[in-house]
């Protein structure tokens, strides 16, 4: 994503009305979902507006999409984490991070950014939880909406 010159400024995603800029961010996460490829069952969160750090809250935004994957079988996701670190660079996703959280249970967590579509996501896969679940948590850089509109 392109990076803004301050420190720890969210990338910028370009120009985009809200209601693309979501259906985007659920694209992404319909893709991420595909590549999980396990059946299952999904929270059925929808698509988040945030503000950007620092700038206008009527011009500028992000989203966000927070799920949590729960497979059918659940020994199946042994080793899902492993396959998507491998399978992610394939569709356009860089991995910048897998390692353990800072949890109690050291959850294995992956964080890849997808530059050509903005977005970021960061799975963790919940393996002391009962069923074991993955949480899936995707971002997108921050949007301008078009001269003359405002954040909806």
Known sequence: MTEDTTPAATPTAGVSSTDQAIGTTKSVSSELYDLIGLKGTTTKAGVGLDECAGKDPEKYFSTFHTWTFTPAEPGRLDGVMERLRDELPAKGWKVV????DTSRNKNLRLTA??????????ITYWAQDEPPKLNVSVVSGCYQVPEGETVE
């Open 113 to 122: 950014d997808h530059d050509a579509r903005k977005h970021s996501v960061r």
């Open 97 to 100: 991070g897998f390692e353990p």
